[in-house]
């Protein structure tokens, strides 16, 4: 029976190795499967493929870093935000002094002048112009319904958004785009950047308002009412629901806005963005650090003290952070953050001495003014003191740049005195003749950040705004002895790759480095930069007419891929045929037998349409035949 099932099989025989039995395990064919599809280059499917390609579509448009007066707008409002959010603790902590001093009967003058004093800083025209930056506290005066219609109305602004940019990222990316959808992308963009980039401090700070009750009233057996709403109680219907509702939302979008700072670092090394930053880890860590500011300031207001000491570690891990990562190309950027981010400091500084004042002190009706009016005017001192711990932080990166530069120039002096480079001009020949063994020698790098500060050197361009030939093979020099002594970092390889996109428009040379950062166990910010940089590459293979070495061995790989996915399911076919031919037959094997064709069948086919994302010139490269869709 099984002589006759072979010779019967004609061309499949030719597919199919003979040796392939009726018993063959279902998980033997699929293991084979499983190992096509992890052998084919696919970019992040499933959940991730979603999230990457909507964080690359709303940050394709960088309107924002281009243009100065939108860069200067964003940190300008940025700055107010979170200094106001500050200011507004520190009126709250103000206003618990004569609390405080009522204790001491001795301290009722104290306590009037204090009272006075608080009241005519905090109904200052300044202070009060300031909350637009805080709209919260302008809606709060409306009343709770105007309150609870404008959470919601923020919630769905939030939610639409989101799914809107979800619905077009998922119709792009499998070619279905709509021009119903897609032709309000642009708005979707600008939105996206309004409120995840500019506006999320007071944002979020509205979205986590209905967490600030009076939670120490719930371990003494009293009731937590809002401290905004006094007869509102937070743990009774209906502001519990509102609660609930808005910490959701709020969780969606300190994701979202986290996600979006990951998506707006660009690791161009000549990109003309004045907000973009070269590091995501460390421009993902400072906005975390934020949007812990953020709130512990907003959801903390009934444990004052604890609020305090959170809020100045905040501030603390934020500043040093900046100034450690300098995480911006542009270092004007970088001293203007660091001035701005010390005056935050030292304004919860000196919140953290006013609350932990003794009464003593605190009962000198001048000495709470002192303090406030100190939070106002300390700005400009900390801005300046802030700046030059930054200068002298770039000092040592300045230090290797320079060493670097001299030894590249060297370099290529000996290469064109020793005719090892035919064009004087051609500096990258220069580069190309140095062995793994002297870019050691040349420098040590600690790290990957180091690697990325020294790479700036490279940013001169000409009057037509073209990068200087000089300056590109320098970039190159020093990323070769990063990559020479820090082996196999995926940091450095993505670095190299967006090198190899924008500076030499070397698509295939990128797509091989990628290929080289999949194997060095990435993590998730760097996934995500191999992602950016394999659309990068795709546009410009795609615009290569002819097919290079590495375009062959690429399109062979998937090919054969192809190949052994059509074999695979042939041999689940045979499977199911074989067992039909036995005299007695179980139904329980053949229920398992179609399960099997079905799974490989949907595998081999998503194997298909992963081989078919290539370049135009890959899929019309002579010999490549089209495979049918295996079916049952």
């Known amino acids: 029976m099984k002589n006759d099932d072979a010779s019967s099989d004609g061309g499949a025989s030719s597919v199919v190795p003979s040796s392939v039995q009726s018993d063959r395990p279902v998980d033997a064919i699929e293991e084979g499967l499983e190992e096509d599809a992890d052998d084919l280059e696919s970019d992040n499917k499933g959940f991730m493929d979603v999230v990457f390609y909507t964080i690359y579509t709303l940050n394709t448009s960088h309107w924002l870093g281009r243009s100065l007066r939108l860069a200067a707008f964003k940190v300008a409002v940025e700055f107010l935000q979170l200094m106001r959010i500050v200011l507004t603790v520190s009126f709250r902590v103000l206003a618990g002094i004569p609390a405080r001093l009522a204790t001491d009967s001795s301290t009722a003058a104290a306590e009037a002048a204090s009272i006075a004093h608080i009241l005519a800083v905090e109904d200052s025209g300044i202070v009060q112009w300031s909350k637009i930056f805080q709209f919260r506290l302008?809606?709060?005066?409306?009343?709770?319904?105007?309150?609870?219609?404008?959470?919601?109305?923020?919630?769905?602004?939030?939610?639409?958004?989101?799914?809107?940019?979800?619905?077009?990222?998922?119709?792009?990316?499998?070619?279905?785009?709509?021009?119903?959808?897609?032709?309000?992308?642009?708005?979707?963009?600008?939105?996206?950047?309004?409120?995840?980039?500019?506006?999320?401090?007071?944002?979020?700070?509205?979205?986590?308002?209905?967490?600030?009750?009076?939670?120490?009233?719930?371990?003494?057996?009293?009731?937590?009412?809002?401290?905004?709403?006094?007869?509102?109680?937070?743990?009774?219907?209906?502001?519990?629901?509102?609660?609930?509702?808005?910490?959701?939302?709020?969780a969606v979008f300190c994701a979202m806005t986290l996600l979006m700072a990951l998506g707006g670092c660009d690791l161009d090394p000549i990109t003309r963005s004045v907000l973009a930053s070269s590091d995501a880890g460390a421009t993902f860590k400072i906005l975390a650090l934020k949007i812990c500011l953020v709130i512990v300031s907003s959801a903390l207001n009934g444990l004052q003290r604890s609020q305090v000491v959170f809020m100045l570690a905040s501030a603390f891990f934020v500043t040093h952070n900046h100034c450690w990562q300098v995480p911006y190309y542009n270092t004007v950027v970088n001293v203007v953050w660091a001035g701005l981010l010390a005056s935050i400091l030292a304004m919860t500084g000196l919140l953290m001495q006013l609350e932990f004042s003794p009464p003593a002190q605190l009962a000198n009706p001048t000495f709470a003014l002192s303090v406030v009016w100190a939070m106002l005017y300390c700005t400009p001192a900390a801005l300046v003191l802030g700046a030059f711990f930054i200068w002298l932080r770039l000092s040592r990166p300045r230090a290797i740049t320079s060493r670097m530069q001299q030894a590249y120039r060297d370099l290529v002096d000996d290469a064109v005195s020793q005719d090892k480079s035919p064009g004087t001009q051609d500096v990258s020949s220069a580069v190309a003749a140095v062995t793994a063994a002297e870019f050691k020698r040349i420098h040590k790098f600690r790290d990957a950040t180091q690697v990325s500060l020294v790479c700036r050197g490279m940013r001169h361009w000409d009057e037509d705004g073209v990068a200087d030939a000089e300056a590109r093979g320098f970039g190159e020099f020093v990323i070769k002895c990063g990559m020479a002594k820090l082996q196999h970092n995926p940091t450095l390889l993505v670095l190299y790759a967006h090198y190899l996109i924008q500076v030499h428009k070397d698509g295939q040379a990128?797509?091989?480095?990628?290929?080289?950062?999949?194997?060095?166990?990435?993590?998730?910010?760097?996934?995500?930069?191999?992602?950016?940089?394999?659309?990068?590459?795709?546009?410009?293979?795609?615009?290569?007419?002819?097919?290079?070495?590495?375009?062959?061995?690429?399109?062979?790989?998937?090919?054969?891929?192809?190949?052994r996915a059509h074999k695979i399911a042939l041999m689940a076919q045979r499977r199911f045929w074989a067992s039909m031919l036995r005299e007695t037959v179980s139904l329980t094997e053949i229920r398992l037998a179609i399960a099997c064709m079905e799974r490989t069948e949907l595998k081999a086919t998503d194997i298909y349409r992963r081989a078919l994302e290539l370049p135009r010139q890959w899929q019309t490269a002579e010999g490549l035949c089209p495979l049918p869709r295996v079916r049952a």
Request: positive net charge; hydrophobic residues 45%.
């Open 138 to 250: 302008l809606v709060i005066e409306k009343g709770y319904t105007a309150y609870v219609i404008a959470l919601y109305i923020i919630s769905d602004l939030v939610v639409a958004n989101l799914s809107y940019a979800v619905a077009v990222a998922w119709m792009l990316k499998r070619n279905k785009g709509n021009n119903y959808f897609t032709r309000w992308l642009g708005s979707v963009q600008i939105f996206a950047k309004m409120i995840y980039t500019i506006w999320f401090p007071a944002l979020l700070d509205y979205l986590l308002s209905p967490f600030s009750c009076s939670w120490m009233n719930v371990s003494k057996g009293g009731r937590p009412y809002h401290l905004d709403f006094p007869e509102q109680n937070c743990l009774a219907m209906p502001h519990v629901v509102h609660m609930l509702v808005a910490g959701a939302v709020a």
């Open 510 to 563: 990128a797509i091989t480095t990628l290929q080289q950062a999949h194997k060095a166990k990435p993590s998730l910010l760097d996934r995500y930069n191999i992602y950016v940089a394999q659309q990068l590459a795709k546009g410009l293979t795609a615009g290569e007419g002819g097919l290079d070495l590495l375009g062959y061995v690429e399109y062979q790989r998937r090919y054969r891929a192809c190949i």
